[in-house]
């Protein structure tokens, strides 16, 4: 069987745009597709030689650069899983990731090695590489790349339906879970883009959002990888240089939340920076307020809008350019390999205009959660298609309107936060007798977490120490923005909080 996988890629390119600037870093330094493919295969023979073979996880702690598009290239060549970790995450929620991919082998960039030490102190015990030089006595990735020679004969045979990478997401029982793309999954998932957004390989798409996020890695970097186009990446988003960017490399395709678009606008050079190349904007995590579609719409841009999750590797719908003020409010129709329909509580699909679950079917929807076999048959109906846990409905024309959530996420800044893994570490505070967290809409972020709180009579409670006890525990876009005591909680009869009366209460707060 010949090599089916994403981990073919690179082979492939080389042979068809040797020369092609492939990615772009640290302002002008370039790597075109040959010197890529190069480095994909040195780091799958590295990978090899420490022991990583099909099956194996590789994890991946850093910021955006050329390694970690590599290190993700080379493991899909050995047949290896690849795990991206939110460089957000505290110790032990990296310590959690480790040990329940299995990890062999952690690569991370030198900035996070206390928190790296701190995480395998904790239980796992990864083979662990730095990225860079390293020192003599302990080499880094970039040292010992340059005395391995790529291997040929390191490709595995690799089909559509073997694990490719598994992306954690956080889940509503307060830990996170493994969600297992498939090379096939990843291949579906760019083919999607390609065929909605018109991606060419003349495109220079920049990467302003982490690529440990699935929307950036399925959507942004693999789409144009695969027609072959260029990537310019940014370690991190700061408005201005965002903006000096896209007018120095012409570039033509940006991805973002509503956040980031916003501070984009309201930076000083806004007015002045050179956006003529810009044909491609799009923006998920929630829907684009009219301050920003009218900001962008006076530069003459406008903006491709989606709905996902993970589990979708992570594309489900898109909303075209064109239809952005018709359909304002919607999140668009199903990607062209991708099926979406309403159920109602018993899974009989629901006709037009008819609220229900979002249900999602096709060959990008992943097939399950990393060891958790109860969890994904939770996550699917009876004829395979997936329960996203959210509440919409379609109208007349086929278009998706989100219209709540069955889960209480919180999306903020376009980072997923579920109330559950932060309300148990608040009810370990001395003195809080009763937790709820609930999203309070921000017009930075979209939503921010709020704690609110019964507590003891005695006990001294405020935001300051609450967060105080969280900071180190959980990521800290996780940190309640506000802490509410309150008498009581409103409860069902089963003893369950009802947070929708919470979130009418303090939603315009």
Not at 84 to 106: F, S, Y
Not at 194 to 221: C, E, K, Q, R
Request: with cysteine; charged share 20%.
């Amino acid at each position: 069987m010949h090599e089916q996988g994403i981990g073919a890629w690179l082979a492939k390119r080389r042979l068809k745009s040797p020369d092609k600037v492939a990615l772009v870093h640290d302002d002008r330094s370039t790597v075109t597709y040959r010197q890529f493919a190069d480095g994909a295969d040195r780091v799958a023979a590295l990978l090899s030689r420490l022991g990583v073979g099909k099956g194996d996880a590789v994890a991946y702690l850093g910021e955006n650069s050329p390694d970690f598009l590599q290190v993700m290239f080379g493991a899909a060549r050995l047949g290896a899983v690849f795990v991206p970790v939110n460089t957000r995450l505290a110790p032990p929620e990296v310590a959690h990731v480790l040990t329940d991919c299995g990890a062999r082998v952690l690569i991370h960039d030198v900035e996070f090695a206390q928190r790296v030490a701190d995480a395998v102190d904790a239980g796992p015990s990864p083979q662990v590489v730095v990225t860079g030089a390293g020192t003599a006595d302990r080499p880094g990735l970039t040292r010992l790349l340059t005395t391995t020679a790529g291997d040929d004969t390191a490709a595995a045979e690799v089909g559509m339906d073997d694990p490719a990478a598994i992306i954690y997401t956080s889940g509503t029982t307060g830990r996170a879970k493994g969600a297992v793309l498939t090379h096939g999954n990843l291949t579906w998932v760019a083919l999607n883009c390609v065929v909605d957004y018109d991606v060419v390989s003349t495109d220079v798409a920049l990467m302003i959002s982490p690529l440990f996020h699935v929307a950036s890695l399925g959507m942004g970097a693999l789409p144009v990888i695969l027609k072959g186009a260029t990537l310019v990446l940014e370690k991190g988003f700061e408005p201005g240089r965002a903006l000096a960017q896209i007018e120095r490399h012409g570039v033509t395709m940006l991805s973002g939340v509503p956040t980031t678009y916003q501070l984009m606008a309201d930076h000083p050079n806004w007015a002045t920076t050179d956006l003529s190349t810009l044909s491609k904007l799009t923006c998920g995590g929630s829907a684009v307020p009219t301050r920003i579609l009218n900001a962008y719409e006076k530069r003459g841009l406008s903006f491709s809008q989606g709905y996902g999750m993970t589990e979708a590797s992570p594309g489900a719908t898109s909303l075209p350019p064109a239809m952005t003020r018709a359909k304002q409010g919607s999140v668009g129709l199903p990607h062209f390999f991708t099926s979406v329909r309403i159920a109602d509580e018993h899974g009989a699909p629901i006709a037009d205009d008819g609220i229900g679950e979002i249900q999602i079917c096709g060959p990008n929807v992943f097939p399950g959660y990393h060891l958790l076999p109860e969890a994904t048959a939770e996550a699917f109906t009876a004829d395979g298609w997936f329960r996203s846990g959210d509440l919409g409905y379609l109208d007349a024309d086929g278009y998706l309107h989100i219209a709540g959530r069955l889960k209480d996420m919180i999306i903020s800044g376009g980072e997923n936060i579920y109330p559950a893994e932060i309300e148990v570490l608040l009810g370990e505070i001395d003195g809080v007798t009763g937790v709820a967290v609930i999203g309070v809409p921000d017009a930075q972020w979209g939503e921010v977490p709020w704690a609110i709180l019964t507590v003891r009579e005695d006990a001294a409670v405020d935001v300051a120490s609450v967060r105080r006890f969280l900071d180190g525990r959980v990521a800290r876009y996780k940190l309640p923005k506000n802490v509410v005591i309150v008498d009581e909680l409103p409860r069902t009869a089963s003893g369950k909080v009802r947070k929708a009366e919470l979130r009418d209460r303090f939603g315009g707060s």
